[in-house]
Protein backbone atom coordinates (compact mmCIF):
# COMPACT_ATOMS: atom_id res chain seq x y z
CA UNK A 1 0.00 0.00 0.00
CA UNK A 2 1.46 3.45 -0.96
CA UNK A 3 2.28 5.51 1.74
CA UNK A 4 2.94 9.24 1.50
CA UNK A 5 4.43 11.44 4.28
CA UNK A 6 5.59 14.84 4.93
CA UNK A 7 7.69 16.93 6.93
CA UNK A 8 7.14 19.42 9.20
CA UNK A 9 3.25 19.22 9.77
CA UNK A 10 3.58 22.89 10.58
CA UNK A 11 6.19 25.58 10.05
CA UNK A 12 6.06 28.71 11.39
CA UNK A 13 9.06 31.43 9.31
CA UNK A 14 9.88 34.72 8.96
CA UNK A 15 9.44 36.68 6.09
CA UNK A 16 12.95 36.46 4.00
CA UNK A 17 13.69 33.30 5.10
CA UNK A 18 14.57 30.17 3.33
CA UNK A 19 12.92 26.20 4.25
CA UNK A 20 12.30 23.02 2.74
CA UNK A 21 9.50 20.81 3.16
CA UNK A 22 9.94 17.46 2.89
CA UNK A 23 7.75 14.06 1.09
CA UNK A 24 8.31 10.81 0.97
CA UNK A 25 6.33 7.90 -0.04
CA UNK A 26 6.83 4.20 0.10
CA UNK A 27 6.53 2.49 -3.49
CA UNK A 28 7.22 3.51 -7.05
CA UNK A 29 5.35 6.28 -8.40
CA UNK A 30 5.81 7.91 -11.88
CA UNK A 31 4.26 11.53 -11.23
CA UNK A 32 3.96 13.49 -8.05
CA UNK A 33 2.27 16.89 -7.56
CA UNK A 34 2.42 19.53 -5.15
CA UNK A 35 -1.08 21.30 -4.36
CA UNK A 36 -1.36 24.78 -2.29
CA UNK A 37 -4.54 24.49 -0.09
CA UNK A 38 -5.93 28.17 1.63
CA UNK A 39 -8.01 28.23 4.50
CA UNK A 40 -11.52 27.22 3.57
CA UNK A 41 -10.57 26.68 -0.17
CA UNK A 42 -10.44 24.48 -2.70
CA UNK A 43 -6.55 23.00 -3.98
CA UNK A 44 -4.36 24.51 -6.38
CA UNK A 45 -1.68 23.04 -8.73
CA UNK A 46 0.91 24.15 -8.14
CA UNK A 47 3.64 21.39 -10.18
CA UNK A 48 3.90 18.14 -11.47
CA UNK A 49 7.13 16.06 -11.57
CA UNK A 50 7.34 13.46 -14.11
CA UNK A 51 11.17 12.04 -13.39
CA UNK A 52 14.10 11.24 -11.97
CA UNK A 53 16.16 14.50 -10.88
CA UNK A 54 13.16 16.54 -12.41
CA UNK A 55 12.92 20.06 -11.23
CA UNK A 56 9.83 22.83 -11.28
CA UNK A 57 10.30 26.39 -10.03
CA UNK A 58 7.82 29.30 -9.69
CA UNK A 59 8.61 32.58 -8.27
CA UNK A 60 9.75 31.38 -4.66
CA UNK A 61 8.56 28.01 -4.93
CA UNK A 62 10.49 25.37 -6.10
CA UNK A 63 10.08 21.58 -6.40
CA UNK A 64 12.57 18.81 -6.94
CA UNK A 65 12.09 14.99 -7.43
CA UNK A 66 14.29 11.90 -6.37
CA UNK A 67 12.57 8.80 -7.31
CA UNK A 68 15.48 6.88 -5.83
CA UNK A 69 15.26 7.86 -2.78
CA UNK A 70 11.44 8.41 -3.30
CA UNK A 71 11.54 11.99 -2.16
CA UNK A 72 10.83 14.87 -3.04
CA UNK A 73 11.66 18.51 -1.21
CA UNK A 74 9.57 22.20 -1.76
CA UNK A 75 12.01 24.63 -1.16
CA UNK A 76 10.65 28.64 -0.44
CA UNK A 77 13.01 31.01 -0.93
CA UNK A 78 12.68 34.21 0.89
CA UNK A 79 9.01 33.64 2.62
CA UNK A 80 6.73 36.40 2.32
CA UNK A 81 3.47 36.34 3.67
CA UNK A 82 1.48 35.30 1.04
CA UNK A 83 3.35 32.04 0.86
CA UNK A 84 0.99 31.09 3.69
CA UNK A 85 -1.29 27.66 3.45
CA UNK A 86 -0.90 23.84 4.00
CA UNK A 87 1.07 22.31 1.30
CA UNK A 88 -0.18 18.91 -0.17
CA UNK A 89 2.11 16.71 -1.75
CA UNK A 90 0.24 13.70 -3.38
CA UNK A 91 1.95 10.59 -5.52
CA UNK A 92 -0.26 9.05 -8.09
CA UNK A 93 -1.13 5.13 -7.02
CA UNK A 94 -0.47 4.08 -10.74
CA UNK A 95 -2.57 3.63 -13.92
CA UNK A 96 -5.89 4.52 -12.33
CA UNK A 97 -4.42 8.03 -11.17
CA UNK A 98 -5.59 7.39 -7.87
CA UNK A 99 -3.80 10.27 -6.20
CA UNK A 100 -2.83 9.39 -2.57
CA UNK A 101 -2.26 12.71 -0.03
CA UNK A 102 0.64 13.64 2.25
CA UNK A 103 -0.62 14.92 5.93
CA UNK A 104 -0.24 18.38 4.61
CA UNK A 105 2.38 21.15 5.77
CA UNK A 106 0.97 24.04 7.33
CA UNK A 107 3.04 27.29 6.59
CA UNK A 108 2.83 30.30 8.35
CA UNK A 109 5.04 32.95 7.20
CA UNK A 110 5.57 35.60 10.20
CA UNK A 111 5.84 39.35 9.00
CA UNK B 1 -12.20 27.49 -19.14
CA UNK B 2 -10.08 25.94 -17.13
CA UNK B 3 -12.61 25.79 -13.85
CA UNK B 4 -13.98 23.17 -12.39
CA UNK B 5 -17.37 24.63 -10.69
CA UNK B 6 -19.49 22.65 -8.00
CA UNK B 7 -22.49 23.79 -6.25
CA UNK B 8 -24.10 23.97 -3.81
CA UNK B 9 -21.16 25.97 -1.68
CA UNK B 10 -22.89 25.38 1.63
CA UNK B 11 -25.25 23.05 2.32
CA UNK B 12 -26.87 21.83 6.07
CA UNK B 13 -29.23 18.34 5.77
CA UNK B 14 -30.33 16.52 8.23
CA UNK B 15 -30.17 12.63 8.84
CA UNK B 16 -33.20 11.67 6.65
CA UNK B 17 -32.77 14.21 4.10
CA UNK B 18 -31.58 13.76 0.39
CA UNK B 19 -30.04 16.13 -1.34
CA UNK B 20 -27.19 15.96 -4.51
CA UNK B 21 -24.06 17.92 -4.98
CA UNK B 22 -23.13 18.83 -8.41
CA UNK B 23 -19.93 19.32 -10.61
CA UNK B 24 -19.28 21.07 -13.69
CA UNK B 25 -16.07 20.99 -16.18
CA UNK B 26 -16.04 22.02 -19.91
CA UNK B 27 -12.31 21.41 -20.08
CA UNK B 28 -13.03 18.66 -22.34
CA UNK B 29 -11.70 16.20 -19.65
CA UNK B 30 -12.71 12.18 -19.44
CA UNK B 31 -11.59 11.47 -16.22
CA UNK B 32 -13.65 12.93 -12.91
CA UNK B 33 -13.53 12.22 -8.70
CA UNK B 34 -15.13 12.83 -5.71
CA UNK B 35 -13.22 13.55 -2.75
CA UNK B 36 -14.15 13.94 0.51
CA UNK B 37 -11.88 16.58 3.47
CA UNK B 38 -12.39 16.67 6.70
CA UNK B 39 -10.50 19.72 8.70
CA UNK B 40 -6.94 19.86 9.04
CA UNK B 41 -6.62 16.23 6.97
CA UNK B 42 -6.00 15.35 3.66
CA UNK B 43 -8.26 14.88 0.77
CA UNK B 44 -9.60 11.83 0.50
CA UNK B 45 -10.91 9.59 -2.58
CA UNK B 46 -13.75 8.79 -2.63
CA UNK B 47 -15.29 7.73 -6.84
CA UNK B 48 -13.34 8.29 -9.90
CA UNK B 49 -14.94 8.49 -12.84
CA UNK B 50 -12.69 7.80 -15.95
CA UNK B 51 -14.91 8.12 -19.70
CA UNK B 52 -18.33 8.49 -17.81
CA UNK B 53 -17.97 4.70 -16.39
CA UNK B 54 -17.03 4.18 -12.29
CA UNK B 55 -13.50 2.42 -12.33
CA UNK B 56 -12.94 3.11 -8.92
CA UNK B 57 -15.35 2.97 -5.80
CA UNK B 58 -13.02 3.43 -2.23
CA UNK B 59 -14.99 1.23 -0.18
CA UNK B 60 -17.84 4.12 0.07
CA UNK B 61 -20.74 3.86 1.87
CA UNK B 62 -24.08 3.37 -0.01
CA UNK B 63 -25.60 6.50 1.47
CA UNK B 64 -23.31 7.89 -1.03
CA UNK B 65 -24.43 7.52 -4.62
CA UNK B 66 -21.93 9.12 -7.60
CA UNK B 67 -23.48 9.48 -11.09
CA UNK B 68 -22.04 10.68 -14.44
CA UNK B 69 -24.90 11.74 -17.07
CA UNK B 70 -22.23 12.84 -19.17
CA UNK B 71 -18.63 13.60 -20.00
CA UNK B 72 -18.93 17.47 -18.27
CA UNK B 73 -21.31 16.37 -15.44
CA UNK B 74 -20.36 14.32 -11.86
CA UNK B 75 -23.22 14.84 -9.54
CA UNK B 76 -22.91 12.85 -5.51
CA UNK B 77 -26.13 11.85 -4.29
CA UNK B 78 -27.02 12.05 -0.46
CA UNK B 79 -29.61 10.03 1.05
CA UNK B 80 -29.43 8.78 5.16
CA UNK B 81 -26.29 10.66 5.84
CA UNK B 82 -24.73 10.80 9.41
CA UNK B 83 -22.88 13.49 11.05
CA UNK B 84 -19.65 11.97 10.66
CA UNK B 85 -20.13 12.47 7.16
CA UNK B 86 -20.24 16.59 7.60
CA UNK B 87 -17.18 17.48 5.76
CA UNK B 88 -15.76 19.11 2.38
CA UNK B 89 -16.43 17.64 -0.30
CA UNK B 90 -13.88 18.35 -3.52
CA UNK B 91 -14.87 17.45 -7.34
CA UNK B 92 -11.80 17.24 -9.69
CA UNK B 93 -10.93 16.44 -13.43
CA UNK B 94 -8.45 15.73 -15.29
CA UNK B 95 -7.39 15.39 -18.88
CA UNK B 96 -6.96 11.56 -18.66
CA UNK B 97 -6.82 8.76 -16.00
CA UNK B 98 -3.50 10.35 -15.66
CA UNK B 99 -2.20 13.67 -15.54
CA UNK B 100 -3.07 16.93 -12.90
CA UNK B 101 -6.30 16.92 -11.22
CA UNK B 102 -7.95 20.57 -11.49
CA UNK B 103 -10.41 20.90 -8.69
CA UNK B 104 -13.04 22.90 -7.70
CA UNK B 105 -14.26 25.46 -4.93
CA UNK B 106 -15.94 22.30 -2.92
CA UNK B 107 -19.60 21.86 -1.71
CA UNK B 108 -18.94 22.08 2.54
CA UNK B 109 -21.62 20.10 3.70
CA UNK B 110 -22.89 19.66 7.52
CA UNK B 111 -24.95 16.67 8.33
CA UNK B 112 -27.21 17.64 11.45
Known amino acids: ELKVEQNP ?3 SMQEGKNYTI ?20 SLESLFVLLSNGAVKQEGRLMASLDTKARLSTLHITAAVHDLSATYFCAVDGGATNKLIFGTGTLLAVQP | DTEVTQTPKHLVMGMTNKKSL ?9 AMYWYKQ ?38 LHLHA ?19 TQYFGPGTRLLVL
Open chain 1, 9 to 11: LFL
Open chain 1, 22 to 41: YCNYSTTSDRLYWYRQDPGK
Open chain 2, 22 to 30: KCEQHMGHR
Open chain 2, 38 to 75: KAKKPPELMFVYSYEKLSINESVPSRFSPECPNSSLLN
Open chain 2, 81 to 99: LQPEDSALYLCASSRLATG
